[in-house]
């Protein structure tokens, strides 16, 4: 049996706000399995990772965002058994800035899409380099 490697490329953000002295960020929940994550999703036809990354949080959260800065990349590998293919992803983050838009017009991709403080982030976050990621963003926020 023939076992294929194949790369792929996402890109992410994370949205961050202050209130009163807190940050914020927005996480997606899909209630099925209690994920909990940063929004992120793949490229479409020729964008760059940074239009890739607006567009998804756009899609995933329904707030129309900007980029502030990069934060930086996670990697990591899955195998899909029925293809005997192993997927070896790259996501890239940047830190990002809502001007506008709503979490009520989220797309049908999560349940639920939410403001959390960070620190109760941190706890409720399903993955551990997303976690990583936050903890970046949050120095750069705070800096």
């Not at 294929?4 to 399995?33: F, H, P, Q, W």
């Not at 760059?48 to 800065?69: D, F, P």
């Not at 890239?92 to 620190?119: K, P, Q, R, T």
Request: net charge negative; aromatic share 10%; proline share 3%.
């Amino acid at each position: 049996m023939v076992e294929y490697n194949i790369k792929a490329i996402s890109a992410g953000g994370v949205i961050t706000r202050i209130i009163n002295g807190d940050v914020e960020t927005v996480l997606c929940n899909r209630k099925d399995n209690g994920l909990w994550c940063l929004p992120k999703g793949t490229p479409e036809n020729d964008e760059t990772i940074s239009q890739t990354a607006i567009r998804e949080v756009n899609e995933e959260t329904g707030l129309k965002v900007i980029i502030k800065y990069p934060i930086g990349a996670v990697h990591y590998s899955f195998y899909h058994e029925t293809d005997n293919t192993t997927i070896n992803k790259t996501v890239h983050y940047f830190l990002m800035e809502a001007i506008g838009g709503n979490l009520n017009d989220h797309d049908h991709e999560f349940d639920e899409v939410h403001w959390v403080e960070f620190s109760l982030a941190l706890q409720i976050m399903t993955y551990p380099n997303e976690i990583q990621i936050l903890k970046k963003a949050y120095k750069k926020v705070t800096s």
